[in-house]
């Protein structure tokens, strides 16, 4: 006897965990949008530790956008890996796992 599928418990914290990440992944991706327009615009401070400080703020600005990204992606990949559908048997095991529950010892 074959049991039905139901959804995937793992799945769908997944999917969940993926819209809250990426909420928080637009701020960081805006989080320096502000101080880098700023300091590039008007010539507020220039020469060479000027010029030199804007460069390292584009920089750390790339790095916080493509950091951010690459946690959507790592997410993004597992929620790929992970079947939206299993049997109950594992959607019990996943729901308690993911409720922080003790797993039941299953002798071989």
Do not use: C
């Amino acid at each position: 006897m074959t049991e039905t599928p139901v959804d995937n418990p793992r799945y769908q914290a997944l999917q969940q965990a993926l819209v809250n990440v990426e909420r928080h992944v637009a701020q960081l991706r805006a989080a320096l949008d502000e101080p880098f327009g700023l300091f590039s615009g008007d010539a507020v401070w220039i020469g060479p530790v000027a010029r030199r400080f804007g460069e390292d703020l584009g920089h750390y600005r790339m790095r916080l956008r493509q950091q951010a990204e690459t946690v959507v992606a790592e997410l993004e990949a597992e929620i790929r890996r992970t079947p939206p559908k299993v049997s109950p048997a594992v959607a019990r095991e996943e729901a308690a796992r993911l409720s922080g529950e003790p797993r039941a010892f299953t002798a071989f």
